[in-house]
């Protein structure tokens, strides 16, 4: 079991820049793959970013590519998401994700555990 909490979000203006946190609940974080993903008001959820265990492999959906960076600090359980350039149409609720399978966030877009979300909304 993981537990996932989000934190960093809030109002930003355009061409601002957030850093959102998950802090992660178990001994077995540094065993599992961690993804950022998230959902606009109406639309389904999408995949934003994704990081293995040991950090070696990165991917990023292509509309955040150079924008958005995703880190992750194991010794503190906790992975990041550093946003820049924001954009309105980056405004979302952004969900923190951990699986245990590489192939599930990074191919799948899926996972098994979920953070309760944190709203970013980017002003124009």
């Known amino acids: 079991q993981v537990q996932l909490v989000e934190s960093g979000g809030g109002l930003v203006q355009a061409g601002g820049s957030l850093r959102l946190s998950c802090a992660a609940s178990?001994?077995?974080?540094?065993?599992?793959?961690m993804g950022w993903f998230r959902q606009a008001l109406g639309k389904e959820r999408e995949f934003v970013a994704a990081?293995?265990?040991?950090?070696?492999?990165?991917d990023y959906a292509d509309f955040v590519k150079g924008r958005f960076t995703i880190s992750r600090d194991n010794a503190k359980n906790t992975v990041y998401l550093q946003m820049n350039s924001l954009k309105p149409e980056d405004t979302a609720v952004y969900y923190c994700?951990?699986?245990?399978?590489?192939?599930?966030?990074?191919?799948?877009?899926?996972?098994?555990?979920w953070g309760q979300g944190t709203q970013v909304t980017v002003s124009s």
């Open positions: 178990g001994r077995t974080f540094s065993t599992y793959t």
């Open positions: 994700a951990a699986d245990s399978s590489v192939y599930a966030i990074f191919h799948q877009r899926r996972s098994t555990y």
């Open positions: 990081i293995t265990s040991n950090g070696a492999d990165i």
